[in-house]
């Protein structure tokens, strides 16, 4: 018997999808490496690593073929900007689009992933999905309702476990408990389950195709091994002590030293790969070796649940290889030797002249695609800093107004973003919802004038050479701007930035640090001012408006403990919660909308962030002999929707 494509069709095939659905796969193909794994019996037949309905995904030019290693230069230790979008299998997942992208997807179509199925009641507080039947983990064992019972019961609802977390965390566990009581989980079968909330939860299904699949299901067969409720002290003692937790009241935190981040944590936990060589994946491919510190390789997943539609299991390309580099400079030599076959996180605009000219000599392309942070450049300030005076100075909303009026954003988009996007305040961009012309354009314009006039009011006086400006204590107003290059511009950003803060009298030092110490200082409540990227201006993005989560870590760390720990926010930013609920809760498009515009105005009238330049491109580099990548630039996509298709690039030769 042959197989069809059933239920709704998976991503990327939503336009061929009458086409694809009209095929029957009559034989299953396999990568020849895994191939000779079955021939020697240490692999069973792909028909059966396969799930009973696998995701059909539709290739974006042609059917590829198998083989190669991708290479890709990363400069974080701690943290990874590619394999969080080329290597992620998606519980929920979107078509590609010009005005969608995972950030920021309000109004764009959800598609099945890892669930193949899912249901809302109407009041948004239960919600049904069922998991691919037959789908299996890395390692062979099959994915069940029980992992998402030991994920919700027995990690997000515990207790030991998540206060041993950061709170700085998009997704933090506070989901789970949503409308102060936990979430019931209702089991239906091995693969179908029912999840029912205090209170309505009506972005819970946007939510999941921003999350990891490690927020609802974890290989439980694998981890109950280190669980205190499935492991005797007796065996877990000695574990502990292996990596320097020596007591059982640790216990929570040598736990989280064993699980993998989700990525959705973003770049606020350590990434844990050194430890993951034996933690079974959903994704397209696995970790199998760290030949030196922030280096990995990873080989194809033999039980990965997507094939195309001629019936060839994916991924095409066989390895990943990360290569390490200390710095921009050093991955710009590899882009131009053709040492890495794709890059495009973390490129400067002001270096395409650079890439376009190397083409031929590197082996490589070059595309401007849309990046797919609404702004590459923008400002945040510790409203709850540990100093209280500068506590008083950057709370006061003029000191915020006149920094942002002090800022030459023309200077701005014409030196670091050659002449792209528009000169603008943080905001949801043209064509969402949420939109207003007001928004972007508060405060936006270059008036240092009036800047100083703010600063004047605010009893801001300066030196007695009119050099800088005082504090009330008779101390230098000095604001350290402390970075790491999480955004390309960051460095000519913020120097710039600080020399025509100079013209308000506010000493603002720059200093760039690695990512581990800046998380570091940022725990600790001690950076001021910070240089970062906006990843998308839309209200189901808690990450900038809703959450203050990296601006101000105390406010955060107040709401989602329920005010048991933390600093309790001014009336504006508690306002800022309160809409947050409304847009996550309500059921209705048309409450979430006029909740988002109150939450933008708010932001526009205090400038909880500032913003410089907004929609620029991105060059995206990549290799001539990938296919599968090109046609992106003709339908006008995002990087990360390039990123996210990894699964079926191929190597030409």
């Not at 230069?73 to 900007?81: I, K, Q, T, V």
């Not at 402390?482 to 009298?505: N, R």
């Not at 006029?594 to 410089?612: H, P």
Request: some cysteine.
């Amino acid at each position: 018997m042959g197989w069809k494509p059933k239920l709704t069709p998976g991503l990327y095939n939503l336009d061929e999808y009458e086409k694809i659905a009209g095929v029957t796969i009559k034989v299953f193909h396999e990568a020849p490496m895994l191939g000779e794994r079955v021939a020697a019996g240490r692999l069973p037949p792909v028909e059966e690593r396969l799930p009973e309905n696998p995701l059909v995904m539709e290739p974006w030019e042609k059917i590829g073929k198998y083989g190669g290693t991708l290479r890709y230069c990363e400069f974080a230790l701690e943290y990874d900007h590619y394999l969080r979008h080329i290597n992620d299998a998606q519980l929920l997942e979107l078509a590609p689009s010009p005005s969608h992208h995972r950030y920021n997807f309000v109004g764009s179509k959800v598609l099945p992933g890892i669930f193949e199925f899912w249901q809302a009641s109407e009041d948004a507080r239960t919600f049904t999905f069922r998991i691919r039947k037959g789908l299996k983990w890395s390692d062979g064992v099959p994915v069940t309702t029980e992992d998402v019972r030991y994920t919700i019961e027995d990690v997000a609802l515990n207790e030991e476990i998540t206060s041993s977390l950061p709170l700085l965390q998009e997704n933090h566990p506070k989901w789970v408990r949503w409308g102060g009581r936990p979430v019931k989980l209702e089991i239906v079968d091995d693969c179908t389950f029912r999840l029912k909330f205090a209170k309505s939860y009506g972005l819970f299904v946007s939510q999941l195709v921003n999350w990891r699949w490690a927020s609802l299901i974890r290989p439980s067969h694998y981890l109950k091994q280190f669980h205190k409720k499935y492991t005797s002290w007796e065996k877990l003692l000695p574990l502990m002590k292996e990596r320097g937790y020596k007591r059982k009241e640790e216990w929570g935190k040598f736990y989280n030293s064993l699980e993998p981040p989700t990525w959705d944590a973003g770049p606020f936990v350590p990434t844990a790969y050194p430890n993951v060589f034996d933690y079974p994946s959903l994704d397209p491919w696995i970790h199998i070796s760290q030949p030196k510190p922030g280096e990995f390789i990873l080989e194809r997943n033999p039980y990965f649940y997507k094939i195309d539609p001629e019936g060839s299991q994916l991924p095409y390309i066989d390895k990943i290889h990360r290569i390490f580099v200390h710095n921009l400079k050093e991955e710009n030599r590899k882009i131009l030797t053709g040492k890495t076959d794709i890059q495009c996180q973390k490129l400067r605009l002001s270096d395409c002249p650079l890439f376009m000219k190397n083409r031929k000599k590197g082996g490589y392309k070059v595309m401007l695609l849309k990046a797919w942070q609404d702004q590459m450049l923008m400002f945040w300030l510790n409203l709850c800093p540990n100093d209280p005076v500068l506590r008083k100075i950057v709370q006061d909303v003029r000191f915020r107004q006149a920094m942002s009026l002090a800022l030459n954003r023309e200077e701005i988009k014409e030196s670091i973003f050659l002449g792209f996007g528009r000169p603008a305040q943080i905001a949801p961009v043209p064509g969402s919802a949420y939109y207003e012309e007001e928004f972007e354009k508060a405060y936006a314009q270059y008036d240092p004038d009036r800047a100083n006039k703010l600063l004047d009011e605010m009893g801001l006086k300066w030196d007695e050479n009119h050099q800088y400006r005082l504090r009330p204590d008779g101390k230098r107003l000095t604001l350290p701007l402390v970075y790491y290059e999480v955004t390309p511009p960051a460095t000519p950003g913020a120097e710039l930035a600080s020399e025509q803060w100079k013209a308000i009298g506010i000493d603002v030092p720059v200093k760039q640090v690695n990512g581990q110490y800046f998380w570091k200082i940022q725990g600790a409540n001690e950076a001021v001012l910070c240089v970062w990227w906006l990843g998308g201006a839309n209200v189901t993005d808690p990450f900038w408006y809703q959450g203050f989560l990296v601006t101000t870590p105390k406010w955060w760390q107040w709401y989602t403990t329920d005010g048991k720990k933390g600093i309790e926010p001014i009336p504006a930013a508690k306002r800022v919660y309160e809409l947050r609920d409304i847009i996550f809760s309500t059921p209705s498009e048309e409450e979430r909308i006029k909740a988002g515009k109150e939450l933008f105005r708010l932001q526009a009238e205090n400038l909880w962030v500032i913003g410089t330049v907004a929609q620029t491109p991105t060059p995206f580099v990549y290799s001539k002999r990938l296919g599968n990548i090109s046609i992106a630039e003709k339908k006008n996509y995002y990087t990360i929707n390039v990123l996210e298709a990894a699964e079926q690039w191929f190597f030409e030769e």
